[in-house]
């Protein structure tokens, strides 16, 4: 169908490594350079295409605000469990599902800092862009344990 190929290379202990060739997609020049070649606004309209929610610029975040306990609670509890396993699964579509759940969080509570990581990590998912998806995940704690 599209003319690709998959290679396999393993090493027990060491893990494997996984080659897609498609010769005839043309994808991405340089992922070195994917944290600017898009913005995160262009991929917040993938986790809420409404208009109105957009633009980063309509969450603040207000200093001094307090989350209400049950925001709280879920983050620090259900979400850190999901994240657990999306972390341990490394499987895209669960890591999208994750960006698009925090990021429902982050605009519905006003938080900024969540709504764009999940943008960033939505972002990173949608590209294939396994070091920088591993790089976000690992940060995900210390956010939540600011927010809270």
């Known amino acids: 169908m599209m003319n690709g190929t998959i290679t396999v290379k393993s090493s027990v202990g060491a893990g494997s490594v996984f080659n897609v060739y498609f010769p005839e997609v043309k994808f991405m020049d340089n992922f070195e350079d994917i944290d600017t070649a898009m913005s995160v606004d262009s991929y917040s309209e993938l986790i809420d295409p409404d208009p109105e929610?957009?633009?980063?610029?309509?969450?603040?975040?207000?200093?001094?605000?307090?989350?209400?306990?049950?925001?709280?609670?879920?983050l620090t509890t259900e979400v850190m469990l999901k994240w657990n396993d999306?972390?341990?699964?490394m499987m895209i579509d669960e890591i999208i599902e994750f960006a698009e759940e925090i990021g429902e969080i982050?605009?519905?509570?006003?938080?900024?800092?969540?709504?764009?990581?999940?943008?960033?990590?939505?972002?990173?998912?949608d590209t294939f862009n396994v070091t920088r998806i591993?790089?976000?995940?690992?940060?995900?704690?210390?956010?939540?344990?600011e927010l809270t």
Do not use: C, H, R, W
């Open 53 to 74: 929610i957009q633009s980063q610029s309509s969450l603040q975040n207000i200093s001094g605000f307090e989350l209400p306990a049950e925001v709280k609670e879920y």
């Open 86 to 89: 999306v972390k341990d699964g």
């Open 106 to 125: 982050g605009k519905t509570n006003n938080l900024l800092k969540l709504y764009t990581f999940s943008a960033e990590l939505f972002q990173s998912a």
């Open 134 to 145: 591993n790089k976000l995940l690992e940060k995900f704690p210390a956010i939540v344990n």
